[in-house]
């Protein structure tokens, strides 16, 4: 089946600044999902991505899906201790409706 | 609406017993997938249920099972437990998209049932 890999599986930033983790495929995806785990909890759903080249924004989260549908990126602005948790991107390819997850952007905040 | 329950929520079990756990979807969400999640391997998908019928299944060894009721309430079943089993299992439950304009089903997930085999 497809898979997703994620860059980078740890990501340590400073409260304030910017950063970006990445979702890659060698396939083309229908679709793809990006969902937020906080430390000691469950992957809450945070938006879905379907058409090429799609921009979507929540708050200092802006959420792209490549033109080529083969990647995606999620983009934090002025990081926040509340931003803390990790990140998964999941994906469905076009004869697949499995869902199949990354491995996670771990996420850490210096105060 | 209720969100996902899971129960028991934490179970530590010794190798070669077996468990039950046990997953309650949202009301009116059909589909319910069931994953793994070690620190080692992240997510892993298990097997889906919809409608009573196993939709898709993960590459788990046949030792994990699963099953789901007319009410959409699931469960998944490990026999012949191993210490590799130990793990978060988290359930999740979605319903209908229009898979036609390429929408993939969000998943919602359970608080999970935290395993521990000895």
């Known amino acids: 089946g497809q898979q997703v890999m994620q860059i980078p599986q740890y990501q340590h930033v400073q409260e304030g600044e910017d950063f970006t983790t990445y979702c890659n495929s060698s ?3 229908s679709n793809i999902q990006w969902y937020k785990q906080r430390p000691g909890g469950h992957p809450v759903f945070l938006i879905q991505l379907v058409k090429s080249g799609e921009v979507k924004k929540q708050k200092r989260l802006t959420f792209q899906f490549g033109e080529a549908k083969k990647n995606s990126s999620l983009h934090i602005t002025a990081t926040q201790t509340t931003d803390v948790g990790t990140y998964f991107c999941a994906a469905n390819s076009s004869n697949d409706y499995k869902l199949s997850f990354g491995a996670g952007t771990t996420v850490t905040v210096r105060a | 609406k209720a969100g996902v329950t899971q129960t028991p929520r934490y179970l530590i079990k010794t190798r070669g017993q077996q468990v039950t ?23 892993q998908f298990l097997f889906e249920y919809f409608s009573e019928t196993q939709r898709n299944k993960g590459n788990f060894p046949g030792r994990f099972s699963g099953r789901q009721f007319s009410n959409s309430r699931s469960e998944m079943n490990v026999s012949t437990l191993e210490l590799g089993d130990s793990a978060l299992y988290l359930c999740a439950s979605s319903r209908m998209t229009d898979r036609l304009a390429g929408e993939g089903e969000t998943q919602y997930f359970g608080p999970g049932t935290r395993l521990l085999v000895l």
């Open chain 2, 21 to 43: 756990l046990s997953c309650s979807p949202i009301s009116g969400h059909r589909s319910v997938s069931w994953y793994q999640q070690t620190p080692g391997q992240g997510l």
């Open chain 1, 27 to 29: 396939t083309t995806l």
